[in-house]
Protein backbone atom coordinates (compact mmCIF):
# COMPACT_ATOMS: atom_id res chain seq x y z
CA UNK A 1 0.00 0.00 0.00
CA UNK A 2 0.91 3.76 -0.60
CA UNK A 3 3.13 5.45 2.35
CA UNK A 4 2.00 8.46 2.29
CA UNK A 5 -1.91 9.87 2.17
CA UNK A 6 -2.52 13.49 1.40
CA UNK A 7 -5.04 15.63 2.56
CA UNK A 8 -7.57 17.40 1.44
CA UNK A 9 -8.08 15.34 -2.46
CA UNK A 10 -9.11 18.77 -3.73
CA UNK A 11 -8.39 22.17 -2.70
CA UNK A 12 -10.30 25.26 -4.01
CA UNK A 13 -9.08 28.78 -2.86
CA UNK A 14 -8.70 32.30 -3.87
CA UNK A 15 -5.57 34.04 -5.55
CA UNK A 16 -3.47 35.61 -2.40
CA UNK A 17 -5.38 33.23 0.75
CA UNK A 18 -3.13 30.50 2.03
CA UNK A 19 -3.08 26.90 1.26
CA UNK A 20 -2.40 23.93 3.13
CA UNK A 21 -2.42 20.54 2.45
CA UNK A 22 -1.19 17.98 5.41
CA UNK A 23 0.30 14.12 4.59
CA UNK A 24 0.03 10.94 6.58
CA UNK A 25 2.20 8.48 6.37
CA UNK A 26 2.61 4.56 8.27
CA UNK A 27 5.91 3.79 8.93
CA UNK A 28 9.12 5.15 10.05
CA UNK A 29 11.15 7.47 7.11
CA UNK A 30 14.26 9.12 6.94
CA UNK A 31 12.98 12.39 4.47
CA UNK A 32 10.15 13.29 3.28
CA UNK A 33 9.50 15.11 0.24
CA UNK A 34 7.00 17.10 -1.78
CA UNK A 35 6.47 17.32 -5.55
CA UNK A 36 4.24 19.20 -7.78
CA UNK A 37 2.89 17.93 -11.04
CA UNK A 38 1.22 20.70 -13.27
CA UNK A 39 -1.94 19.12 -15.12
CA UNK A 40 -0.11 15.99 -18.06
CA UNK A 41 3.16 16.92 -17.46
CA UNK A 42 6.38 15.19 -14.89
CA UNK A 43 6.71 15.98 -11.28
CA UNK A 44 9.04 18.52 -10.24
CA UNK A 45 10.78 18.42 -6.76
CA UNK A 46 9.78 20.98 -4.10
CA UNK A 47 11.31 21.00 -0.73
CA UNK A 48 12.58 17.84 1.23
CA UNK A 49 12.59 17.77 5.11
CA UNK A 50 14.65 15.35 6.94
CA UNK A 51 13.53 13.05 9.63
CA UNK A 52 15.26 15.22 12.29
CA UNK A 53 14.18 18.47 10.83
CA UNK A 54 10.92 19.76 12.06
CA UNK A 55 10.34 22.72 9.58
CA UNK A 56 11.58 24.06 6.54
CA UNK A 57 11.17 26.88 4.64
CA UNK A 58 11.50 27.71 0.54
CA UNK A 59 10.52 31.11 -0.76
CA UNK A 60 6.61 31.55 -0.03
CA UNK A 61 6.58 27.07 0.80
CA UNK A 62 6.62 26.35 4.09
CA UNK A 63 7.16 22.55 5.16
CA UNK A 64 6.08 20.99 8.73
CA UNK A 65 7.11 17.31 10.33
CA UNK A 66 5.85 15.85 13.25
CA UNK A 67 7.30 12.12 13.37
CA UNK A 68 5.56 11.28 16.68
CA UNK A 69 2.10 12.03 14.60
CA UNK A 70 3.73 10.29 10.98
CA UNK A 71 2.71 13.59 9.75
CA UNK A 72 3.67 16.87 7.27
CA UNK A 73 2.07 19.54 6.29
CA UNK A 74 2.76 22.03 2.77
CA UNK A 75 1.79 25.67 3.09
CA UNK A 76 1.61 28.27 0.48
CA UNK A 77 1.40 31.80 1.22
CA UNK A 78 -0.29 33.90 -0.90
CA UNK A 79 -1.47 31.78 -3.69
CA UNK A 80 -1.41 32.69 -7.04
CA UNK A 81 -3.05 31.13 -10.13
CA UNK A 82 0.07 29.79 -11.03
CA UNK A 83 0.17 27.37 -8.44
CA UNK A 84 -2.63 25.43 -9.46
CA UNK A 85 -1.54 21.88 -9.91
CA UNK A 86 -1.62 18.42 -7.73
CA UNK A 87 0.87 18.32 -4.89
CA UNK A 88 2.34 14.86 -3.78
CA UNK A 89 4.40 13.82 -0.71
CA UNK A 90 6.95 10.95 -1.22
CA UNK A 91 8.23 9.30 1.97
CA UNK A 92 12.05 7.89 2.06
CA UNK A 93 11.87 5.14 4.11
CA UNK A 94 14.32 1.51 4.06
CA UNK A 95 13.09 -0.80 1.67
CA UNK A 96 13.23 -4.15 3.43
CA UNK A 97 12.38 -6.47 0.86
CA UNK A 98 14.11 -4.28 -2.01
CA UNK A 99 17.46 -4.12 -3.12
CA UNK A 100 19.15 -3.04 0.47
CA UNK A 101 18.35 0.74 -0.03
CA UNK A 102 15.68 3.61 0.44
CA UNK A 103 12.70 3.29 -1.40
CA UNK A 104 10.69 6.39 -2.25
CA UNK A 105 6.57 6.08 -2.30
CA UNK A 106 4.16 8.47 -3.53
CA UNK A 107 0.86 9.71 -1.94
CA UNK A 108 -2.11 10.13 -4.04
CA UNK A 109 -2.00 13.94 -4.28
CA UNK A 110 -3.98 17.27 -2.95
CA UNK A 111 -5.18 18.90 -6.37
CA UNK A 112 -5.05 22.50 -5.63
CA UNK A 113 -6.93 24.95 -7.66
CA UNK A 114 -6.12 28.58 -7.29
CA UNK A 115 -8.93 30.93 -8.63
CA UNK A 116 -7.98 34.65 -10.20
CA UNK B 1 21.04 19.31 -20.74
CA UNK B 2 18.28 17.24 -21.77
CA UNK B 3 17.23 15.59 -17.87
CA UNK B 4 15.40 12.76 -18.35
CA UNK B 5 13.77 11.41 -22.12
CA UNK B 6 11.14 8.50 -22.09
CA UNK B 7 10.62 7.22 -25.41
CA UNK B 8 7.60 6.52 -26.64
CA UNK B 9 5.79 9.22 -25.63
CA UNK B 10 2.42 7.31 -26.25
CA UNK B 11 1.46 3.72 -27.38
CA UNK B 12 -1.34 1.89 -28.29
CA UNK B 13 -0.91 -1.82 -27.98
CA UNK B 14 -3.69 -4.65 -28.31
CA UNK B 15 -3.65 -7.60 -25.58
CA UNK B 16 -1.10 -9.70 -25.14
CA UNK B 17 1.55 -7.74 -27.08
CA UNK B 18 5.14 -6.51 -26.08
CA UNK B 19 6.81 -3.61 -25.69
CA UNK B 20 9.59 -1.87 -23.94
CA UNK B 21 9.67 1.84 -22.53
CA UNK B 22 13.02 3.54 -22.49
CA UNK B 23 14.35 5.89 -20.16
CA UNK B 24 17.32 7.93 -20.50
CA UNK B 25 19.31 10.44 -18.21
CA UNK B 26 21.98 12.75 -18.75
CA UNK B 27 22.83 13.61 -15.36
CA UNK B 28 24.87 10.64 -14.44
CA UNK B 29 22.86 9.51 -11.48
CA UNK B 30 22.82 6.67 -9.51
CA UNK B 31 19.07 5.85 -9.12
CA UNK B 32 16.36 5.33 -11.69
CA UNK B 33 12.54 4.32 -10.87
CA UNK B 34 9.79 3.59 -12.78
CA UNK B 35 6.28 4.78 -12.01
CA UNK B 36 3.11 4.16 -13.11
CA UNK B 37 -0.29 6.82 -12.36
CA UNK B 38 -3.66 5.97 -12.65
CA UNK B 39 -6.70 8.11 -11.93
CA UNK B 40 -7.21 8.84 -8.02
CA UNK B 41 -4.44 6.37 -6.93
CA UNK B 42 -1.28 8.71 -7.22
CA UNK B 43 1.91 7.21 -8.64
CA UNK B 44 2.99 3.27 -7.66
CA UNK B 45 6.53 2.73 -7.67
CA UNK B 46 6.42 -0.62 -10.47
CA UNK B 47 10.67 -0.99 -10.32
CA UNK B 48 13.93 0.30 -9.13
CA UNK B 49 17.62 0.61 -9.29
CA UNK B 50 20.36 1.46 -7.20
CA UNK B 51 22.82 1.84 -9.29
CA UNK B 52 24.29 0.01 -13.50
CA UNK B 53 23.32 -3.74 -13.32
CA UNK B 54 20.74 -3.76 -10.52
CA UNK B 55 17.12 -4.03 -10.18
CA UNK B 56 14.78 -4.28 -7.46
CA UNK B 57 10.76 -4.81 -7.11
CA UNK B 58 8.46 -1.88 -5.89
CA UNK B 59 5.16 -2.05 -5.03
CA UNK B 60 3.62 -3.38 -8.07
CA UNK B 61 5.70 -4.99 -9.80
CA UNK B 62 3.77 -7.95 -11.52
CA UNK B 63 3.33 -7.91 -14.83
CA UNK B 64 6.55 -5.49 -15.94
CA UNK B 65 10.48 -6.76 -16.10
CA UNK B 66 13.59 -3.99 -16.36
CA UNK B 67 16.65 -3.97 -17.17
CA UNK B 68 19.45 -1.63 -16.35
CA UNK B 69 22.51 -2.22 -18.08
CA UNK B 70 23.95 1.13 -18.93
CA UNK B 71 24.17 3.52 -16.09
CA UNK B 72 22.03 6.24 -17.97
CA UNK B 73 19.70 3.58 -19.20
CA UNK B 74 16.51 2.09 -17.56
CA UNK B 75 14.01 0.25 -19.63
CA UNK B 76 10.50 -1.01 -18.48
CA UNK B 77 8.96 -3.98 -20.21
CA UNK B 78 5.58 -5.41 -20.41
CA UNK B 79 5.50 -8.82 -22.02
CA UNK B 80 2.41 -9.39 -22.35
CA UNK B 81 0.31 -6.60 -22.10
CA UNK B 82 -3.24 -6.70 -20.71
CA UNK B 83 -5.96 -3.54 -20.34
CA UNK B 84 -5.33 -3.03 -16.13
CA UNK B 85 -1.97 -2.01 -17.40
CA UNK B 86 -2.98 1.02 -19.43
CA UNK B 87 -1.82 4.08 -17.25
CA UNK B 88 1.12 6.90 -17.39
CA UNK B 89 4.30 5.78 -17.13
CA UNK B 90 7.06 8.11 -15.47
CA UNK B 91 10.76 7.48 -15.12
CA UNK B 92 12.68 8.97 -12.47
CA UNK B 93 16.37 9.39 -11.61
CA UNK B 94 17.85 11.10 -8.56
CA UNK B 95 21.86 10.96 -7.85
CA UNK B 96 21.07 10.17 -3.76
CA UNK B 97 18.14 9.52 -1.83
CA UNK B 98 18.15 12.33 0.50
CA UNK B 99 20.01 9.91 3.25
CA UNK B 100 23.19 11.66 3.83
CA UNK B 101 24.45 14.85 1.94
CA UNK B 102 22.65 14.40 -1.69
CA UNK B 103 19.29 16.76 -1.82
CA UNK B 104 17.39 13.24 -2.99
CA UNK B 105 15.18 14.93 -5.74
CA UNK B 106 14.06 13.18 -8.10
CA UNK B 107 13.87 14.36 -11.86
CA UNK B 108 11.09 12.99 -13.86
CA UNK B 109 10.60 12.40 -17.59
CA UNK B 110 7.49 13.70 -19.27
CA UNK B 111 5.32 10.21 -18.92
CA UNK B 112 4.76 8.05 -21.19
CA UNK B 113 0.97 7.38 -21.85
CA UNK B 114 0.20 3.36 -22.70
CA UNK B 115 -3.34 2.28 -23.83
CA UNK B 116 -4.01 -1.37 -23.82
CA UNK B 117 -6.85 -2.90 -25.92
Not at chain 1, 62 to 81: F, G, P
Not at chain 2, 7 to 29: E, I
Not at chain 2, 108 to 116: A, K, Y
Amino acid sequence: SQQGEEDPQALSIQEGENATMNCSYKTSINNLQWYRQNSGRGLVHLILIRSNEREKHSGRLRVTLDTSKKSSSLLITASRAADTASYFCATVSWAYSGAGSYQLTFGKGTKLSVIP
Amino acid sequence: NAGVTQTPKFRVLKTGQSMTLLCAQDMNHEYMYWYRQDPGMGLRLIHYSVGEGTTAKGEVPDGYNVSRLKKQNFLLGLESAAPSQTSVYFCASSYGQGTSDSTGELFFGEGSRLTVL
